[in-house]
């Protein structure tokens, strides 16, 4: 792995950790929470994580630009980080232990370092472009399941499921019916991690931001895994919609998808 990198991701690992040390003094405490939209939260948590994450990236990587969920972006040129201060707001809101700070940095399309780390699950997910995915520090590979049968997905809703038809509903239907578990936790950058450990085998969902998935992906991918848009495009984590799947899977998830998407009203 390139020096950079390897300083790239200690550097990444570092701040996701104190972040998540900073956002469990208010887990099951009484943050405060404002609306962003109707269903939309964010905590005085969430804004506290994304100014240390900031700093300590600003600090190590001056020459880097940092796009975080809660605020604006800064910085040019063609090395980005990713920053979700708090991927899973509602679940941290309402004491649900599955949420996660989630760090990417890419060139382009092209992911570079990833973490994903859920406090109060004890656990954190790390990749390095080329040198695998871990999960608390011993090498993480998708699963091997084969058939859909035995497939354990998730998947989640976009934030204007009220307003839209295209709510996922479709999709989720005909998973339910094909395989083995279908779940909404609440997190999109766990979900990855949890498909790139082999905890999940497939992981769908479109209306995403590049905060949400960009370090997860790169997990998948390191892991073993298969990313793609829904149409089998090369996945672009920035683009908003993502299939990851342990790559035996693939196919049959696609066309599922667009069995499911052909039903979705006009
Ligand atoms: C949300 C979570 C959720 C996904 C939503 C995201 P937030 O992020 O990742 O699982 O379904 O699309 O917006 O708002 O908790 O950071
Ligand atoms: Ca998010
Ligand atoms: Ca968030």
């Known amino acids: 792995m390139p020096d950079d990198w390897q300083h790239a991701l200690e550097v990444a690992e570092r701040a996701a950790l104190e972040a998540g040390a900073l956002i469990m003094e208010g887990f099951r405490l009484s943050a405060r929470v404002s609306r962003k939209g109707r269903f939309d939260l964010v905590t005085e948590f969430d804004l506290a994580s994304e100014r240390l994450i900031r700093e300590r990236i600003e600090a190590a990587f001056p020459e880097h630009r940092i796009v975080g969920e809660e605020g604006e972006a800064t910085g040019e040129g063609e090395m980005v980080w990713y920053i979700d201060p708090i991927d899973g707001t509602v679940n941290f809101a309402h004491g649900h232990p599955y949420f996660g700070i989630s760090i990417g940095l890419y060139r382009e399309a092209e992911g570079l370092v990833g973490v994903v780390?859920?406090?109060?699950?004890?656990?954190?997910?790390?990749?390095?472009?080329?040198?695998?995915?871990?999960?608390?520090?011993?090498?993480?590979v998708v699963s091997e399941r084969s058939t859909l049968d035995e497939a354990l997905c998730t998947t989640g809703f976009p934030g204007n499921v009220a307003n839209t038809r295209d709510t996922n509903e479709a999709e989720l239907a005909l998973f339910l019916r094909h395989a083995r578990g279908v779940r909404r936790c609440g997190s999109a950058a766990l979900?990855?991690?949890?498909?790139?450990?082999g905890t999940f085998d497939v992981y769908w969902e479109r209306a995403l931001k590049p905060w949400d998935i960009c370090a997860g992906a790169l997990i998948v991918s390191e892991a073993g895994g298969t990313l793609s848009s829904y149409d089998g495009s090369p996945a672009d984590p920035r683009s908003g919609a993502l299939v990851a799947t342990n790559g035996?899977?693939?196919?049959?998830?696609?066309?599922?998808?667009?069995?499911?998407r052909r039903k979705i009203p006009g």
Request: proline residues 2%; charged residues 25%; aromatic residues 4%.
């Open 117 to 140: 780390h859920a406090p109060a699950l004890g656990n954190t997910w790390k990749a390095a472009k080329g040198a695998g995915a871990f999960r608390d520090g011993h090498r993480c």
């Open 248 to 260: 035996v899977l693939h196919e049959s998830v696609l066309k599922l998808i667009r069995e499911a």
């Open 191 to 197: 979900d990855l991690a949890l498909v790139g450990d």
